[in-house]
């Protein structure tokens, strides 16, 4: 339950500042995908129902804030939150590599996914336009700040769930 309250505050916490802070701080008209990392990061680290979780939860605070029609976020957050969860069986706490990989897979997923429904269905086919100028400077911002989310993730979890020391069975040594 502790992993559920955390998470929707680091979520909250993460929209506002992805609306707010990095709405200020952004690179060629491009700012990073905050909730992307932590769903992905989510699904990678605790399974596929905890991924489909918070991607119900990005996805509906982007949806009532932004979009035209509800669903679309929800959906594509949720898929990458399913995804990253399948994969969860490579986690491990020491290795950095895979989590980013995962990251930016996960940043064109929801890239691609979100020009297909908000922008190919109205007839715009610039889709090597939208590639190469709005998702790929947006995954590399977005992996940047992945590593820093996927380390205060880390050490959240290690607060919250502190490593527990198992007692040897009787007649067996160190």
Same mark, same amino acid.
């Given at each position: 339950m502790k992993r559920?309250?955390?998470? =929707?505050?680091?979520?909250?916490?993460? *929209?506002?500042?992805? =609306?707010?802070?990095?709405?200020?701080?952004?690179? =060629?008209?491009?700012?990073?995908?905050?909730?992307?990392?932590?769903?992905?990061?989510s699904g990678f680290m605790y399974g596929r129902k905890f991924g489909m979780f918070s991607g119900?939860?990005?996805?509906?605070?982007?949806? *009532?804030?932004?979009?035209?029609v509800i669903g679309i976020s929800i959906f594509i957050f949720v898929l990458v939150g399913y995804l990253n969860g399948i994969v969860n069986k490579l986690y491990f706490k020491d290795d950095?590599?895979?989590?980013?990989?995962?990251?930016?897979?996960?940043?064109?997923?929801?890239?691609?996914l979100y020009y297909v429904c908000n922008f190919l269905l109205r007839g715009r086919f610039q889709i090597f336009y939208y590639i190469g100028r709005i998702m790929i400077p947006e995954m590399i911002y977005t992996i940047l700040l992945g590593i820093v989310l996927y380390k205060l993730t880390c050490w959240l979890e290690e607060k919250l769930?502190?490593?527990?020391e198992v007692p040897l069975a009787k007649g067996e040594k160190n």
């Amino acid at each position: 339950m502790k992993r559920y309250i955390s998470m =929707t505050l680091l979520i909250v916490l993460c *929209f506002v500042a992805q =609306t707010s802070v990095f709405q200020h701080m952004e690179l =060629t008209n491009i700012i990073p995908n905050l909730l992307v990392c932590l769903v992905s990061i989510s699904g990678f680290m605790y399974g596929r129902k905890f991924g489909m979780f918070s991607g119900i939860l990005c996805g509906v605070l982007m949806d *009532f804030m932004y979009a035209d029609v509800i669903g679309i976020s929800i959906f594509i957050f949720v898929l990458v939150g399913y995804l990253n969860g399948i994969v969860n069986k490579l986690y491990f706490k020491d290795d950095l590599s895979i989590p980013l990989l995962a990251i930016a897979v996960s940043d064109i997923i929801y890239g691609l996914l979100y020009y297909v429904c908000n922008f190919l269905l109205r007839g715009r086919f610039q889709i090597f336009y939208y590639i190469g100028r709005i998702m790929i400077p947006e995954m590399i911002y977005t992996i940047l700040l992945g590593i820093v989310l996927y380390k205060l993730t880390c050490w959240l979890e290690e607060k919250l769930y502190p490593p527990q020391e198992v007692p040897l069975a009787k007649g067996e040594k160190n």
